[in-house]
Nanobody, 114 residues
């Protein structure tokens, strides 16, 4: 079954950290750049960070220096380490290839609040 399953979200105070995980299935993972996306209430889904098959990464300006994307090709996993979280980071986070080859998963909810 071709799917992605995100996990690791939760409630965290401003300045806190979370590590998101994405388990991907199928051969799509090994040949594609992967990305983490987020969608906040009333907002469009946006790409937050991407990583190539060789590990080169890209971040949107608002998360640079705070988020780190990584991947484990042997395990078909993608991670997003999020530090110094801000209320504006609150959203549902999803993973997918940069071409959105997978059906969108359920996502994992991140809430940043004191």
């Amino acid at each position: 079954q071709v799917q992605v399953v995100e996990s690791g979200g939760g409630l965290v105070q401003p300045g806190g950290s979370l590590r998101l995980s994405c388990a991907a299935s199928g051969s799509i993972f090994s040949t594609n750049s992967m990305g983490w996306y987020r969608q906040g209430p009333g907002k469009q889904r946006e790409a937050v960070a991407t990583i190539t098959t060789r590990g080169s990464s890209y971040y949107i300006d608002s998360v640079k220096g705070r988020f780190t994307i990584s991947r484990d090709n042997a395990k078909s996993m993608v991670y997003l380490q999020m530090n110094s979280l801000k209320p504006e980071d609150a959203a549902t986070y999803y993973c997918n290839t940069i071409y959105n080859n997978y059906p969108w998963g359920q996502g994992t909810q991140v809430t940043v609040s004191s």
